[in-house]
């Protein structure tokens, strides 16, 4: 009988606990989710950001299980970069398991994973912990908490989810079950943060669906939608609205095209036979016969709608006949690149419909009275909130403590220290390496690790440009032989620009005249001294500090 | 009699209409508002944008005055800019006066320039037209609308605007000036579109005295406010509950401590004697007797807020025992920082008081039914919607159309086109030189005008990275002396950096070596040829796309 257990939470960027999250137990080892995130404005051309796993690789023998909640990308993501230092088996529902599969196979390495479908309510182990799968509505399909039983009690780790009691397919989430370990005893819960801002409840998904409906009935033009990829329940209900319509369906983007396949595979969605079309056919249809469900809902540069939007797509040309539906919110810090596509798009002459005008979208995140149910009905004894920003899972304290939980046994989670629980209390332990890789380049089998120094240069270059000045001197230091050449890049020069580089030449001279005087060899005093020169001209001259490189080659 | 009428829309980013409007008639020409944008985030190292004087340089001879709606920077800020090539006298009412003032005196040019304030009510001459100053509510005081009296009737243009009838100090909106204008027949309205995406009607700046004073009462922390500096109504409200609950108030922030000192010298504020004290008087009183009004509610990092947030203030520290309230909305873009800002400050352990928890904020421009109301009390013939998005101005237009306006007399601006306006229609005309000038480096008496080419560097920079080959040739392109040298900067590479490095190397030798073989004796031929090698070996190597730079030294 093992009375500790520790939680790490190894990912995410501002959202703690929202990538990867490690149980240690009894010696065993058992992670959820394996997501990415997307990078931060300031992570010059980063192109996602994913867990370090140095703690892993260490203690990859311990390494029991790899469970997922759901299928969305900051739960997944990561699955393919893991998989190269620590290979597991791999527990999750069947749209999730096909979800990774093509992951798997675009990144090569389908051959090496061991991925294993369940069906909620199965229990599987991991070492001595018995992991449950517990049914839980989301905006996608096959979501689930999970039970971590344990010797200490169940935790209950939540994942994503709201409470849908009216879903456009299956199930409400299984109150019942919680309940039931619950009045059993939870030893913990950890619980969704990122809706706790907002008071009330999430609207139902299958509001939306009416809300759509609206939208198709009597409209006598084109109509485009844009919603996630991932999300099943969404396009099944545009879909259900073209076919009460009379329209046919047409699907684009990579990712949709994708999903659509997988979820008609594994009977995930209902689409009547003849609905489904190619995006060549659509132009040979009337416009009232014709709905087309497409990528772009964030306005992603090189997604359909956002080509259409820009009058870049070769088959879909967008303008006045066309009603455009943009059924999603953007993700925070998408909010400039969607306005400026609905921008594009209204100047064509379409019509938009989007978030601020009607009720086209529902979150998938449980709001406040909904958490406050889930902490009533399992009554955990310890409480961590996860996945949001500091200030949310404050507010889900604050929530849980409503609801009876004891101050001493709520702890915020910080990203890489370990969560220590006993019976006798829950404290916070010494930091394990942790931290964010930024990874620049997706291309299979490689990944290039972008470090704090070549970021630190990205946001100097980004916001001042650089200065080169090169030079060739005799090896001893005694003579210029060519140069010194200035050449800049990225860098602004008030109106005078001749001028100004003419200028930094004859500093750049006078300094190397001083370096040959005083008898200067080493080179990197000769650059300190170009360096310190031109930066202090610059600094007069235009208050502008460019990255200055000093380049002396030797002859 | 002119029977012709022409406005310019010259200024803003996304906005268009903004940041400087020009009216052109019978040969004169008026100028309202001069502001400044803020850059969007692919602007790198941008610090503002202004708008392009150019079309005002050719015709400054026909400028007969520039008038200013209100004080905000994106109304205010570029008047400095413009002075150096255009100066006319420039009317507006006594606040704004003041912060124009204030911006002059920084730039070295209140000497040259002629401000004069004016009542509401108030007409003046810009040549042929006469403008009245039509008193509006928004959130800085002294803000007008604007009726511009020409040959073919009066043409309203509100600025930014809401409808207040309970407001913190002076009157409602005069709808009754509006009305009657609007009886008269009014030639054409210019309305603000900021709101138009908001159902109903914006709320009264005095309810969010209420609800701050509920933030005040029976509280025994130190109370810490941000508000937009301008916004003297709400600083108002701010001191009202401080003085109401029995506190002192101390001010932090260079905006903050100007506006205040201005609007005490205006008489703008009601401050009882004895209620403000310096801030290193704070640490010497009881918490609950203090209050802290301080600058940083965008999360800006030079804030005062943000450095109290982040521990590097110096005469501040914040933790247990503040409640800090962010009394405003994060302006679009800003939404990140300002997160971050609250994280950082509820990390300290202080209680956050901000928008998404309580009504502690109010919008200072009008909403749908407010919008409503203009359109119907004007009766304009032709109606311009300004001050918006297209999306925005898309929606505005419609509005106007409800209100019973004629299609074909509504027409959406675009930046740089002249809006040419006679009695029988309205039609867009050619583009004028027109265009956002990007300024880097704010010195007082210089301007950096980022063009293109810096910008698609800096993009290029921030997003790869740079790489230079640097070699040392014969002046007849026949011997390499030195090199060739690979320095990166901002580069990320796979993890053997260096073999990559070596690789190179070896890449460019071999291609100098061809070049020699070939006996090319052009720098430009022999520079593509390293180019093209190095970019080749780097897309198959690790798919980057660096800024090469091939650097040649003659000897």
Redesign the interface.
Known sequence: MSQKLKIIPLGGI?EVGKNLTVYEHGGDILLVDCGLSFP??DM??VDIVIPDFTYLEKHKNRVRALVITHGHEDHIGAVSFLLRSVNCPIYCTKLTAGLIKIKLEEAGLAHIADVRSVETGQVIQAGCMDVEFIHVNHSIAGAVALAIHTDLGPVIHTGDFKIDSTPVEGDMIDLARLGELGKRGVFALLSDSTNV??PGFAMSERTVGEALLNQFRGCDKRIVVTTFASNIHRIQQIINAAVETGRKVAITGRSMENILALSIDLECIDIPPGTIIELSQVKSLPKDKVCIITTGSQGEPMSALNRMAFGAHRQVDLGVGDRVIVSASPV??N??TV??M??EL??RGCE?IYK??TEIHVSGHACQEELKIILALTKPKYFIPIHG???MM??HAELAALTGIKYKNILIPELGRPIEITEKGIKLGAAVPSGRVLV??I?PG??????GA??H??????????L?V???MEADGSTV???P?I?T???????DSDAILEELRRVATETLDGCIEKKYTDWVTIKQSLRGALSGYLNRR???KP?I?P?I???
Not at 446 to 451: H, I, L, N
Not at 457 to 466: Q, S, V
């Open positions: 501002n931060d404005e010059f051309g801002e907002r925070p810090g909010e400039k306005s400026r609905i921008d209204f100047k938009v601020r005008l920003e500091y200030r404050k507010a620049d380049g291309g490689e990944m290039g690790d972008v470090g070549v970021l240069d990205r946001r100097h270059l980004a916001t001042d440009g650089i080169l090169v030079v060739t032989v060519a140069g050449d050449i890049r990225g860098f602004a020069m008030s109106r235009q208050k502008s990255l490189l380049i080659m030797e002859v």
